[in-house]
């Protein structure tokens, strides 16, 4: 069998790549999804045992908000990180050190009873994470650059996969297992065995040197091309979206005179609908890459969302909890976006870092200001009217994305 027979239409994987069956080819594809898989457990274990931690380690409440912090704020510095590292050592390398992070903290954090360690190991094992959310769609281009947007759904359905399995089975796994700590060690297991596939792929890394090479397109120079602020900001804007709503949606609903079971019930429509939708969007991106039209239907969803759960909570509860995911779904459209404005491995490794490492810094002051304001006028009107305005800079941006060219047309190259 040939590759264009394990992957119709499709060029080789990539001119670096002197692999050439298809066996190699599914190789690569089980382990990028493998490693998308793993790049969401370790922070969203958190939220479903943080009281027993809490409890267990005696954190105090400054330390648990840093806990609940430390993802965003981790994707956001080693994700600025890992272009270079992938640059000096190449991305495969880098790939298997990420995914050793995961490990190591994923499995030693639940052993621990200092409050201390514990938050180290868990930046240990986010920052594995964030290596690897950055590297993921430059591996995309450089193994499957005529299949950007099926690779993405693919990668990004995986990903969503994990999310749920993290949300949904954190629970019964303690009480199955016999408290949080095991329940949190067993994500280790799956980082161990997303790392096996990672060795069998060394060999696309030779020629890499280990003596301060450095990328010619670095983060500095993303940070002086308009599409990489507009790209910053696009994934700022929405991820700060995103991550008030997976934190306070299941407050707002109870606020309204939900039980905390419905709320949840809710909550689960929102990350549930994002596992179709994620396969979806990157490959509709892929064959209409300037999809403004969608990103104002999903921009549209999101304001008629809020606008429901401003004004009548409970009037329409799972079409608010509809409409929010789909107003939330551009996350897998702005990772394909980074592979499509983008022409060379290097430059969609600098523009994902950049986007993300900024975006996500930009996001972690999203579900704060939510909870602050939420705090300061006692209700949520406020906090929603946040989470609509929001939706300005994110339409602007992903609209100006959507018509814009490559990374190195901007630079020249």
């Not at 796994?173 to 297991?189: E, K, N, T, V």
Request: some cysteine; hydrophobic content about 55%; proline content about 6%.
């Amino acid at each position: 069998m040939t590759s264009s027979s394990a992957f119709p239409s499709g060029a080789p994987p990539s001119d670096q790549s002197p692999a050439s069956s298809s066996h190699h080819h599914w190789l690569i594809l089980g382990a990028l999804l493998a490693l998308a898989l793993n790049i969401r457990p370790a922070a969203i274990q958190i939220g479903p045992v943080l009281n027993n931690i809490t409890a267990d380690l005696g954190l105090s409440a400054t330390s648990a908000g840093l806990l609940t912090s430390l993802p965003t704020l981790a994707f956001a510095g080693f994700g600025a990180l890992a272009p270079g590292m992938s640059a000096r050592f190449g991305a495969h390398r880098s790939i298997i050190a990420a995914l050793g992070l995961m490990i190591v903290g994923q499995a030693v954090r639940p052993m621990v009873d200092s409050e201390l360690f514990f938050l180290l190991l868990s930046l240990v094992a986010l920052a594995g994470m964030a290596t690897a959310n950055v590297l993921l769609p430059s591996l995309v281009r450089q193994h499957f650059p005529q299949r950007i947007g099926l690779i993405t759904a693919m990668y990004s359905t995986s990903m969503m996969v994990g999310v749920s399995m993290a949300s949904m089975l954190t629970v019964p796994l303690a009480q199955a297992l016999g408290g949080w700590r095991p329940a949190l060690g067993f994500a280790a297991l799956l980082a161990f065995f997303a790392l096996v596939p990672w060795f069998f792929m060394l060999r696309h890394d030779r020629g890499h040197r280990t003596s301060g090479r450095s990328s010619s397109i670095s983060l500095r120079v993303v940070a002086r091309t308009k599409l990489g602020w507009l790209m910053a900001i696009f994934f700022g804007s929405q991820s700060a979206m995103a991550y008030s709503i997976f934190g306070w949606l299941p407050s707002i609903y109870m606020s309204a005179g939900a039980t905390a079971q419905a709320a949840g019930y809710y909550q689960g429509i929102v990350t549930g609908l994002g596992i179709p939708l994620a396969f979806v969007l990157p490959a509709y991106t892929s064959r209409n890459p300037r999809p403004m039209v969608l990103l104002v239907a999903i921009s549209c969803c999101a304001l008629a969302a809020d606008l429901g759960l401003m004004l009548a909570p409970m009037a329409a509860p799972v079409l608010w909890a509809l409409l929010m995911a789909a107003g939330i779904s551009s996350f897998p459209m702005i990772l394909a976006l980074i592979g499509l404005r983008s022409s060379t491995t290097e430059g969609t490794a600098a523009l994902s870092g950049f986007a993300q490492s900024v975006g996500y810094l930009l996001a972690s002051a999203g579900p704060f200001l939510v909870g602050l304001l939420h705090e300061l006028s006692g209700g949520w009107s406020w906090s929603i009217g946040l989470l609509m305005a929001l939706l300005i800079p994110l339409t602007l941006t992903s609209l100006s994305v959507a018509r814009a060219g490559t990374l190195e047309e901007e630079l020249g190259r």
